[in-house]
């Protein structure tokens, strides 16, 4: 769904608490692994917060803006265009100017296709449980789009990200409107399709 407002704090964190909170975590084995990439891309965040300035990005996420978030969904996973800026909070912030070429299209033979397409049309449900084993995660999985962008200065960025299916047409317009951009996207993602021929990330390689 689209949302014209936004909790400041939830996306840009704030120093105490919110998504960006102090708090420890368990670090072990895989878990390790996954919690330092977390960790590195909070990290990430919160240097590109302080570079280009929480004020300025305040005003931004205070203006005119054009946000995503699936239904139901935890607000950490909203996707925000500002006049200026693309945004996913907690691991990317990024001057719209600078981008060169872009798609939005399927990821590629994803582990829930099958879940994705039995249950396409229905609305996400956060207490929906399966009746098979190891498809907790796919239900705000089943959302997934990837985003890649290509600009001059660090190559090209993937991204990943639920946004349901109506609002994938109105995001690549309005970002579109937004940048000097050639848009890449595979026009299937937009009906909720899956490419199995070829990932779209074949287009920047």
């Not at 919160?46 to 004020?55: L, P």
């Not at 890449?184 to 390689?205: C, M, P």
Request: one cysteine or more; charged letters at 40%.
């Amino acid at each position: 769904m689209r949302i014209e407002n936004v909790d400041i704090d939830v996306i840009l964190g704030t120093e105490n608490k919110g998504i960006y909170g102090a708090h420890e975590k368990e670090k072990k084995g895989f878990f390790k692994k996954l919690f330092d990439k977390e960790d590195a891309q909070e990290e990430y965040f919160k240097d590109r917060v302080q570079e280009i300035g929480r004020g300025e990005l305040e005003k931004e996420l205070s203006g005119k803006i054009d946000a995503y978030l699936v239904e139901k969904a935890d607000p950490k996973n909203t996707v925000i265009l500002t006049e200026n800026y693309f945004i996913l909070p907690g691991k990317e912030l990024f001057p719209l100017y600078m981008i060169k070429e872009f798609a939005l299209g399927s990821e590629w033979m994803p582990p829930y296709q099958q879940y994705a397409t039995d249950r396409l049309g229905i609305p996400y449900d956060p207490d929906y449980k399966s009746e098979y084993e190891d498809e907790e995660g796919f239900e705000l999985d089943r959302f997934n789009v990837e985003f890649i962008i290509h600009e001059e200065e660090n190559g090209v960025i993937i991204h990943s990200f639920p946004m349901e299916i109506e609002d994938r047409k109105d995001f690549r317009q309005r970002l579109l409107d937004r940048c000097i951009a050639d848009d890449l996207s595979d026009e299937g993602v937009f009906e909720g399709k899956f490419n199995e021929e070829k990932s779209i990330r074949e287009l920047f390689y």
